[in-house]
Nanobody
Framework: QVQLVESGGGLVQAGGSLRLSCAASGRAFSNYNMAWFRQAPGKERQFVAAINWSGTTYYADSDEGRFTISRDNAKNTVYLQMNSLKPVDTAVYYC?????????????????????WGQGTQLTVSS
């Protein structure tokens, strides 16, 4: 069992930066693939970024190089650094963990491949 707790959300102006954190409890954090998804009001949950058990990273095309996912296995924490934020980035951001293994990128952007989810943290980007 893995419990995930996100933090770091808030209100930021367009063009600003923010770092989200996701602290995981439970054993063997380093064995899990970790990901960030987001959901804006009235829209479906959307993949943002993932980092797999070996440290390989995957990003949604829409991130355009603005986001960076990283993990600190010693702290059982995954981060999402977000730069050049835009109002369209406004959403609830969710952290997710999954234990599968795959070598193709679309695996890691599939929400169904993640068994554990956090409660979400709100990011609001003002124009």
């Amino acid at each position: 069992q893995v419990q995930l707790v996100e933090s770091g959300g808030g209100l930021v102006q367009a063009g600003g930066s923010l770092r989200l954190s996701c602290a995981a409890s439970g054993r063997a954090f380093s064995n899990y693939n970790m990901a960030w998804f987001r959901q804006a009001p009235g829209k479906e949950r959307q993949f943002v970024a993932a980092i797999n058990w070996s440290g390989t990273t995957y990003y949604a095309d829409s991130d355009e190089g603005r986001f960076t996912i990283s993990r600190d296995n010693a702290k059982n924490t995954v981060y999402l650094q977000m730069n050049s934020l835009k109002p369209v980035d406004t959403a609830v951001y969710y952290c997710a963990a999954g234990a599968g293994r795959a070598y193709y990128s679309t695996y890691y952007s599939d929400s169904a491949k993640y068994s554990y989810w956090g409660q979400g943290t709100q990011l609001t980007v003002s124009s």
